[in-house]
């Protein structure tokens, strides 16, 4: 009896596992954007770890920005700083191994205290330097911008940021995301308790 009992609660439980599809959550932001460091600072840094972990975060450092001649070079809304900020972060991010190293960088580095080229953070964050620097100076990090640049396009922001659920942008969502980010995962999630 007790075995069976067990048995109903194991399948019940991986039923409830499987049930729950993980939220995909896409942030369009750039390094030197007053809104973006708002954004992480009030809104991404608050969550609660039960919320952080209910999402699989992705990071587009891009904004405003503009390629030339196929990634020859980069205009940004706030200046060549900006732009160095954006392929450092897109470099940065591409070395890091897990969300939660991820989302220490992002807001160690979308802080107005931090160092503005971002090698700082990046130091912090424990990433290779000198792999980091190759990125940075070399094709991968034209790549990665390229690549940020095609899906922040795909979107075409209004606004930066811009918060994606499960890759559609909905305008509600949006609007919600920046002042009420964990109540909106709490909805897309199902997930209740502190931080909901």
């Not at 999402?55 to 891009?62: H, S």
């Not at 953070?121 to 424990?126: D, E, K, L, N, Y």
């Not at 922040?152 to 920046?178: E, K, M």
Request: aromatic letters at 8%; hydrophobic letters at 40%; proline letters at 5%.
């Amino acid at each position: 009896m007790k075995q069976s009992v067990l048995s109903v609660l194991l399948v019940a439980a991986l039923a409830a596992c499987v049930g729950q599809a993980q939220l995909t959550v896409d942030v369009y932001y750039a390094h030197l954007c007053p809104d973006s460091v708002r954004w992480v600072q009030n809104q991404l840094l608050t969550l609660n770890p039960t919320l952080l972990n209910s999402i699989t975060l992705d990071f587009i450092p891009f904004g405003k920005a503009q390629s030339i001649n196929n990634g020859a070079s980069f205009t940004c809304q706030h200046g060549p700083a900006e732009c160095e900020g954006n392929r450092v972060q897109s470099c940065i991010l591409n070395l890091l191994p897990t969300q939660q190293a991820k989302v220490n960088y992002v807001g160690c580095q979308m802080d107005f205290a931090a160092d503005p080229r971002g090698w700082e953070c990046a130091f912090r964050s424990g990433v290779n330097l000198n792999t980091a620097e190759a990125c940075v100076e070399g094709q991968l990090g034209t790549q990665l911008q390229l690549e940020a640049e095609r899906r922040t396009h795909a979107i075409s922001p209004a606004w930066i940021p811009t918060i994606v659920f499960n890759g559609v942008f909905d305008q509600t969502l949006q609007d919600r995301a920046q002042d009420g980010f964990a109540s909106v995962i709490c909805e897309l999630t199902g997930v209740t308790g502190p931080g909901c």
